[in-house]
């Protein structure tokens, strides 16, 4: 069916099919059709405006998915680990929790800190670069995910984390896994993987936290558990949620801009011979892939009491669906939004989010990608596509499930 002509509640059925989650672009232009706030039923509505999703995630009446929002959006999650984690980390919480959580982990993430990574990120990425070569010497096709985009951020969180170098390749299943409980499910044994994923991760962070009392080392599970037994701001399972948010959050959607900035690389080969010329040009170019590609295209909220909402009455109990990834297309804030150009100057992407949740992670995704990036670049000068890439099933998380290509 052509999506010019598509109704608003079929576009997003077709969303959320496999092909609408392969190429998701055409139909968020088909919900735009109807303006950049949409009314989907009396209870929910649907958000492809750039302004519209800035303003929702700064106003404090639109909540993210906590238990209490979680009761009404999913009854019954209370019987599902994933969720029953989630909604004690900081992302899936609100005011008061929310910020207790936030200023706890925060002192982690400040920019003085993530320069002093920048040496630390730039030896785990030569070592990658390196071994890419190896696996991929003669020609050999390899799956880039697997081998190297999954590889930089799970070696950058499980450093920071403090999480041993043998146990990372551990992590990618589980955290596939507990990412598909992020998407909107029409039976709560679609959540049965994610669980699994969970169980397998707390009782992880809960062995490796008890081995760091016993025997601190300088990493951040050491850090932040003797914060804990000193001050006592948060519970044993709050801070075991949010060790396991920032190892999930800290992988999979860094993953996928590595990923999704090679794939454009490799589409726009003036685009990639700049960068190997001048790796300067990264953060541009990085920005635009979080613009134009973005790894997470959805996020959640729910109106906490009657509101107005751009002139839209919204009552308590309104689900708005964010659809970022259609904001960061919208034409009345950025010319000819469809074209991928790493020269674009004032890119406001909404990719990491804004307001209280504005992406913790923010600057460490940043660095790594933009190190990586150009790494594999210059490594690489004939790097090409070995193969159809294949997607997850995802659209909250999307992103490529395998990325053949050749090195050389
Ligand atoms: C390309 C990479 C990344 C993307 C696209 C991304 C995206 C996001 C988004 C959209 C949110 C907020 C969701 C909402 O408002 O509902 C968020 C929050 C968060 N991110 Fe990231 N993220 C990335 C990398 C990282 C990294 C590397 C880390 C840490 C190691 C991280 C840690 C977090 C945390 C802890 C939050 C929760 C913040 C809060 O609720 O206050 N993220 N991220």
Redesign the pocket.
């Known amino acids: 069916m052509s999506t010019s002509v598509m109704d608003p509640g079929t576009a997003m059925m077709t969303l959320m099919t496999p092909e609408g989650k392969r190429d998701p672009y055409p139909l968020y232009e088909a919900l735009r059709a109807y303006g950049p706030l949409l009314r989907l039923g009396p209870d929910q509505v649907v958000v492809t405006g750039h302004a519209e999703c800035f303003r929702a995630?700064r106003e404090p009446g639109l909540l993210?998915t906590d238990g209490p929002v979680q009761d009404r959006m999913m009854p019954g999650w209370r019987e599902h680990s994933s969720w029953v984690w989630l909604t004690k980390?900081?992302?899936f919480?609100n005011s008061p929790d929310?910020e207790r959580?936030?200023r706890f982990?925060s002192v982690a993430?400040t920019p003085r800190r993530i320069a002093e990574l920048r040496p630390v990120v730039e030896k785990l990425i030569t070592e990658l670069v390196d071994r890419l070569a190896e696996t991929g010497a003669d020609g050999e096709p390899v799956d880039f995910m697997a081998e190297f985009a999954f590889q930089v951020?799970m070696a950058?969180?499980g450093h920071?984390l403090g999480i041993p170098k043998e146990d990372w390749p551990s992590f990618r299943g589980p955290v596939g896994a507990i990412t598909t409980a992020l998407e909107p499910i029409r039976d709560l044994a679609q959540l049965d993987q994610g669980d699994a994923g969970m169980d397998w991760m707390a009782e992880y962070f809960t062995d490796l936290a008890a081995k760091r009392r016993a025997e601190p080392a300088d990493d951040m599970v050491s850090e932040m558990t003797r914060a804990r037994d000193e001050r006592g701001e948060l519970s044993e399972e709050e801070l075991i949620a949010?060790f396991m948010?920032?190892l999930v959050?800290?992988?999979e959607?860094?993953m996928?801009?590595i990923a999704n900035a090679v794939r454009l690389a490799v589409a726009h080969p003036e685009h990639a011979d700049a960068l190997r010329e001048d790796p300067s040009l990264a953060p541009g170019y990085i920005e635009e892939t979080?613009r134009f590609d973005?790894?997470?295209q959805a996020?959640?909220?729910m109106a906490a009491t009657d509101l107005e909402f751009f002139g839209v009455p919204l009552t308590a109990g309104t689900k708005v669906t964010l659809l970022?990834a259609a904001g960061n297309r919208d034409p009345r804030r950025f010319t000819d939004p469809g074209r991928f150009d790493p020269y674009r100057s004032g890119n406001h992407a909404l990719?990491?989010?804004?307001?209280?949740?504005?992406?913790?992670?923010?600057g460490?995704?940043r660095m790594?990608?933009e190190i990586a990036l150009p790494a594999v670049l210059r490594r690489f000068p004939a790097l090409a596509l070995a193969g159809e890439p294949t997607f997850r099933d995802q659209l909250v998380q999307r992103g490529f499930d395998r990325l053949p290509v050749k090195c050389g």
């Open positions: 995630l993210s980390n900081m992302l919480s929310h959580y936030r982990f993430f951020p950058v969180v920071m949010n948010l920032l959050a800290g992988t959607a860094p996928d801009l979080l973005p790894a997470a996020l959640n909220r970022i990719t990491l989010s804004g307001g209280a949740h504005f992406c913790l992670g923010a460490l995704a790594q990608s």
